[in-house]
């Protein structure tokens, strides 16, 4: 009886998607002129993420204390509004708020927060930008700062959201940055303040008595955090008025980027080299390396092909590993649970290697005559950790249906993750009973 619902649910919400994709058969947008040459203005977006998921939980998972081996449930990854506005000639202003991962788990009633408050002032325009406020102009790759509204598979890259909600508020901080355009290369620098680990929304991960060579995240006063990225474009110009970054231009664009980037913070993470010792405090570093290829493959009949791939180096120091997983559908384990913990957790950011890829395929644009076309996808992430003996491998195959582009979009992914328990050695190893979980998602975008 519980499969036929769930079954039902998932057609409940194919038939949703005819009837929203209504909503966004235009490329247009709206924007309110402020002055007679339509040189200033302002505009307003907004964007909807619903999910529809079966997960498969990690060993020992419970829900309030009750063991549970799988769940369904619906959720809002994601609901977001954002107001901009080009005030005067070098003035522009933005700002984004909403909610994330609302889920039956959650609390009820969620306020929506800020993501970003922002002014900056273009010095000489589309060269050299300065701004304040909280903002996500961050360091690394390109990735590190996502358009939400335009990735190409299911979920962000969160692979190459290193510090998510740890010392950021969802990859924002508070600080100044500067970015922009010098010929073929586009930059952006900033400094900012991390916030506290000791504010962070999740169970501080503060270093536990008597562990020893494993890092964690330091209590102490943050130092400023510093980050950059610079990437090359060969062929067409992205616009990067805004921090975040598309992941699919659907063919609209002919994109060839090689990046570079870093970020680092003193004193960030803190150790002991025995039980007895004290405590040693020690940088965070990160680097990274990508390349974003985008590109039609025949106007007429509107093929295009996306390719992404980026490696990574991060120095949490030593042995740090962080699991995570959006939206958990649990929130406790009993005696038969593993290193990854409830729910969807997995072993996500580390101290080590990562190596991030992704491909995706846009058919025909009439493949589906007026109802759009479809976007077949796989993303790979492959991660050499100092505290797993091997690496480990998570990946996502799925499709888009692109009912408007961006703007109505039904997307079916299947993950598959490891699981983790500690070895004989100081090492991790996989679990023998169960070695990896998966999980199905079916997720209705909106934006206008």
């Known amino acids: 009886m519980k499969k036929i619902l769930q079954i039902l649910l998932l057609a409940g919400m194919i038939v949703m998607a005819f009837v929203l994709s209504a909503i966004a058969q235009t490329d247009k947008e709206v924007k309110l002129f402020l002055n007679e040459e339509q040189t200033h203005w302002v505009k307003g977006t907004g964007l909807g993420q619903i999910w529809v998921r079966y997960t498969d939980l990690n060993p020992g998972s419970t829900i309030f204390g009750t063991p549970k081996d799988k769940t369904f449930d ?14 005067t000639d070098q003035i522009f202003v933005y700002t984004q708020f909403g909610i994330n991962s609302f889920g039956s788990l959650s609390g009820r009633k969620p306020g929506l927060f800020l993501h970003d408050v922002t002014a900056e002032y273009a010095v000489v325009k589309t060269k050299f930008n300065l701004g304040a406020g909280l903002h996500g102009w961050n360091g690394t790759v390109r990735f590190s700062s996502s358009s939400v509204g335009s990735i190409l598979g299911l979920d962000l890259p969160y692979i190459e959201e290193s510090t998510n909600d740890l010392t950021d508020q969802f990859v924002r901080k508070l600080g100044i940055y500067a970015h922009g355009q010098l010929g073929g290369l586009n930059y ?7 916030f506290p680990i000791q504010t962070a929304l999740s169970p501080v991960p503060t270093l536990p008595e008597n562990v020893t060579n494993t890092a964690y995240f330091s209590t102490a006063a943050p130092a400023l955090n510093y980050q950059g990225y610079f990437f090359w474009q060969f062929w067409d110009r992205e616009t990067t008025q805004i921090p975040y970054m598309t992941g699919t231009y659907l063919g609209k664009k002919r994109v060839l980027n090689i990046g570079a980037g870093f970020s680092t913070q003193d004193h960030a993470v803190e150790y002991r080299e025995s039980g007895s010792s004290q405590v040693l405090q020690k940088p965070l570093n990160q680097f990274g390396l990508d390349l974003f290829y985008d590109t039609p493959l025949n106007k007429q009949t509107g093929t295009a092909l996306t390719v992404y791939a ?43 290697q990562v190596y991030y890829s992704q491909i995706g395929y846009l058919m025909k644009k009439d493949l589906l005559g007026k109802l759009g076309t479809l976007q077949p996808y796989g993303q790979l992430i492959l991660s050499d950790y100092e505290r797993v003996e091997k690496p480990l491998a998570v990946y996502d195959i799925g499709i888009n249906w692109l009912q408007a582009g961006h703007r109505s979009k039904l997307s079916l992914d299947y993950q598959s993750r490891p699981v983790l328990t500690q070895g004989t050695s100081e090492k991790l190893i996989k679990n023998a009973a169960d070695p990896r979980k998966g999980m199905l998602v079916l997720q209705y975008q909106f934006s206008f």
């Open 74 to 87: 619906v959720g809002l990854r994601r609901v977001r509004y954002q107001v901009m506005g080009q005030i």
């Open 188 to 194: 952006r620098v900033s400094a900012s303040n991390p």
């Open 310 to 352: 980026a490696v990574i180096d991060y120095d949490f120091g030593p042995n740090y590993l962080r699991v995570a997983g959006a939206m958990n559908p649990a929130n406790g384990v009993n005696q038969g649970g593993t290193f990854n913990g409830p729910g969807n957790n997995i072993p996500l950011i580390g101290t080590g």
